[in-house]
């Protein structure tokens, strides 16, 4: 029997309360304690997704667009986006709402791409994503985008010679010297 699940089925939701202790020196949350939040949300969402352990694979750019407060509210909202034959993309967001004016802030948005394990830690097939609307077709069609972006990133490190004259020579466009 061919095992399916929905977006819906996958979606999470975690709110916390921003204390002093999450804090950096400039009194803002520390970015990285974000990341720490949205690797356990991804982790959750893609193994309630798929009823498996999961592993983070990769993580795509995680630009910080507005800091957060001590203090306020911070919300993670994740779905699973796509999913491959063992792998998930899980879409995150993440927002902060200051309690007392009730104002809600864009934060932070990115993707983790979480592999299924079983309990020898072998890659584990994930059920097959049912698209309800065509907001998750367009998220869907994002994750494939963003896979073969990744794929042709890949291809390119492995093939590309930075020793040649013309990769030296093309550095001096940059802000370095060098000095061989």
Same mark, same amino acid.
Do not use: W
């Given at each position: 029997?061919? /095992? %399916?699940?929905?977006v819906?089925? #996958?979606?999470? !939701?975690?709110?916390?309360?921003?204390?002093?202790?999450?804090?950096? $020196?400039?009194?803002?949350?520390?970015?990285?304690?974000?990341?720490?939040?949205m690797?356990?949300?991804? $982790?959750?969402?893609? #193994?309630?997704y #798929?009823?498996c352990?999961?592993?983070?694979? =990769?993580?795509?750019?995680?630009?910080?667009?507005?800091?957060v407060?001590?203090?306020?509210?911070?919300?993670?909202?994740?779905?699973?986006?796509?999913?491959? =034959?063992?792998?998930?993309?899980?879409g995150?967001?993440? %927002? #902060?709402?200051?309690?007392? %004016?009730?104002?809600?802030?864009?934060?932070?948005?990115?993707? $983790? !791409?979480?592999?299924?394990?079983?309990?020898?830690?072998n890659?584990?097939?994930?059920?097959?994503?049912?698209l309800?609307?065509?907001?998750?077709?367009?998220?869907?069609?994002?994750?494939?985008?963003?896979?073969?972006?990744?794929?042709?990133?890949?291809? /390119?490190?492995?093939t590309?010679?930075? !020793?040649?004259?013309?990769?030296l020579?093309?550095?001096?466009?940059?802000?370095v010297?060098?000095?061989?």
């Amino acid at each position: 029997m061919e /095992h %399916t699940n929905t977006v819906k089925a #996958s979606k999470i !939701t975690l709110t916390e309360l921003m204390l002093p202790s999450h804090s950096n $020196f400039s009194g803002k949350i520390h970015g990285g304690y974000l990341l720490s939040l949205m690797d356990q949300i991804a $982790f959750a969402c893609a #193994s309630k997704y #798929s009823g498996c352990y999961c592993v983070t694979a =990769s993580v795509d750019t995680v630009n910080f667009l507005n800091p957060v407060e001590i203090g306020e509210l911070v919300t993670l909202k994740a779905s699973v986006n796509y999913v491959g =034959s063992t792998s998930m993309i899980v879409g995150i967001r993440v %927002t #902060s709402q200051n309690i007392q %004016t009730g104002k809600i802030k864009h934060t932070n948005s990115s993707y $983790f !791409t979480m592999v299924a394990k079983d309990a020898d830690g072998n890659n584990v097939k994930v059920p097959r994503l049912i698209l309800s609307n065509m907001e998750e077709v367009r998220r869907f069609y994002e994750g494939i985008k963003r896979n073969e972006q990744r794929k042709n990133m890949q291809e /390119h490190e492995t093939t590309f010679d930075y !020793t040649t004259p013309e990769a030296l020579e093309n550095l001096k466009k940059y802000n370095v010297i060098i000095d061989l």
